[in-house]
């Protein structure tokens, strides 16, 4: 995002995290060749908001994500999906109840009659 690059997030200030994404929506908007009020009027607000945002200014959360949209850059907030996994013992579970045997209910003897 910056020329810095950062492994640990956790170690970073808030508001050097907030630098770093209007930081990396500033070069995204450069990469694509769109000036700011451009991407500004296609997420509906003022070229002032997204300025802020680029700065690393506080803004509301559905700026970012209407600006993310409008730079086909909505792929980032792919860490924040939940994905549920299950735990082994539960699987275990799961597979053991999937294999019991299917049983015939009472001795069935009577046979279809035939001509032979």
Do not use: C
């Not at 995290?17 to 000036?35: C, L, M, P, W, Y």
């Amino acid at each position: 995002m910056n020329d810095i690059s950062y492994n640990n997030w956790q170690l970073l200030s808030d508001s050097t995290i907030e630098a770093s994404v209007g930081n990396f929506i500033k070069i995204e908007r450069q990469r694509q060749n769109k000036t700011q009020t451009e991407v500004a009027k296609a997420a509906d607000m003022s070229r002032s908001t997204l300025s802020l945002l680029e700065r690393g200014e506080k803004v509301h959360l559905s700026t970012l994500i209407r600006v993310l949209r409008v730079l086909g850059k909505l792929q980032v907030l792919s860490g924040f999906e939940i994905k549920e996994s299950i735990s082994p013992l539960a699987l275990a579970k799961q597979a053991k109840a999937s294999k019991q045997r299917i049983r015939k209910k009472g001795n069935n003897t009577e046979h279809e009659k035939t001509d032979w």
